[in-house]
């Protein structure tokens, strides 16, 4: 069964840090691209980060670069998804997604599966 488990949202305060994880199951990690996504209340789900595991080339949402931090451990299948200095703008619901290359991912949209979300909320 494929499996894209997204944890570590909360409640966080403006300025603090959160490390996001989206651990993967039933598919051959390797051969994807993961990416994070984020929906704020009363929007379109946007574009944060995407990696593809195998070479680690990242692409970059508008306005992300700076705080964000995509990393991999291909041991545990797991990517990782680190903010720093979290803002109000950040609270929505953030899912991973998978797709058999960063292109697909990135530029067709072509997301193979999706996780579940996780929340993050942040107080100003």
């Known amino acids: 069964e494929v499996q894209l488990v997204e944890s570590g949202g909360g409640l966080v305060q403006a300025g603090g840090s959160l490390r996001l994880s989206c651990a993967a199951s039933?598919?051959?990690?390797?051969?994807?691209?993961i990416g994070w996504f984020r929906q704020a209340p009363g929007k379109e789900r946007r574009k944060v980060v995407g990696?593809?595991?195998?070479?680690?080339?990242?692409y970059w949402g508008d306005s992300v670069q700076g705080r964000f931090t995509i990393s991999s451990d291909n041991a545990k299948n797991t990517v990782y998804l680190q903010i720093v200095n979290l803002q109000p703008e950040d609270t929505g619901i953030y899912y991973c997604?998978?797709?058999?290359?960063?292109?697909?991912?990135?530029?067709?949209?072509?997301?193979?599966?999706w996780g579940q979300g996780t929340l993050v909320i942040v107080s100003s």
């Open positions: 990696i593809d595991i195998k070479d680690a080339v990242k």
């Open positions: 997604a998978a797709a058999d290359s960063l292109f697909n991912l990135w530029v067709l949209g072509n997301v193979k599966y």
């Open positions: 039933g598919f051959s990690f390797d051969d994807y691209a």
